[in-house]
């Protein structure tokens, strides 16, 4: 059962996305992984299981889902660390990249990395599986925010709470990382959002992105989801998106410069409410 600080009253800024039901069934599943974050994370701080769990390798900090094996790879790895899985298998590979990159790249063993889960949903793996790594010690290190969101819900010691990806109200450099897992692609402002991000970070702080993505990319007119137009990355709006991280002192971690490395063996990636098959690519930029 939820603790007191887990109570939620929360009212909704915005309709839910996909209907009252699709919301009661996200509701639920909320409240299952938090319940199982918050006894497993206290039985294995008794048995010492948090300090023996690897760092995640399965995928590099910036990569195109190739095929249906990757993901499932990652999938497996994830269970081996005993982290709970998003129900959509998928969307667990750009989770354990983001995570790995996180504890990987800017946490420095003491568990205290201030971290922003840009466009959250509080049923979505990033955050819990950092809590299950021992981050969200310090109150308010772990941090997620949406425009659907209305009062301040805590899980766990982590916050959610209303906020824009693009004017997020927090002080310059307080952030070691900002993850943002499949939000983009849904109408979000892109230069805005990286002006944000480089604003929010610290120099050395590293932004992870992944989103929707093809090397030749499906028709999309005509499907709407989550209030706007769906959308697809193709390579010549990845190469824009990286310039425009160069432009606001973002450098990506990886490289994207081959003639392959935009290009992809698979759709492994379906999405059954818009009928359409594609992939994932996730982006890690460091702030100079």
Known sequence: MPTPDETDHTTQVAAPPGGRLLAAA????????????????????RRGHDVSRPVPTAVPPTAVLD???????????ASRLRLPLHRDLPKNWDALGAVGAVLSLVDDGTRTARVMDAGSARYSPVLPWLRLYGLGSVPGSLLGINLEFGDEVRRD?????????????????????????????????????????A?????????????????APPDTAG???????VRIFGPQE??????????????????LST?????????????KRVGLDYTFILLTFRRR
């Open 26 to 45: 996200k509701r639920g599943a909320e409240h299952l992984l938090w319940a199982r974050v918050a006894v497993q994370r206290r039985v294995e701080a």
């Open 157 to 197: 010691g982590v916050v959610f709470r209303h906020g824009d990806v693009t004017a997020t109200g927090l002080p310059d450099g307080s952030l070691d990382a900002i993850t943002c897992m499949s939000v983009i692609e849904h109408g979000v402002p892109i230069e805005a959002f990286l002006r944000e991000s």
């Open 67 to 77: 095929s249906e094996v990757m993901w499932r790879t990652a999938v497996e790895q």
């Open 223 to 229: 499907r709407t989801a989550y209030g706007s137009e």
């Open 238 to 255: 990845i190469l824009e998106l990286l310039a425009g991280a160069e432009a606001c002192d973002l450098e990506l971690v990886g490289d």
């Open 199 to 215: 604003r929010v970070l610290r120099p050395g702080g590293i932004l992870c992105v992944s989103t929707d993505y093809d090397q």
């Open 259 to 271: 003639s392959d490395s935009l290009s992809h063996r698979e759709r492994p990636v379906h999405w």
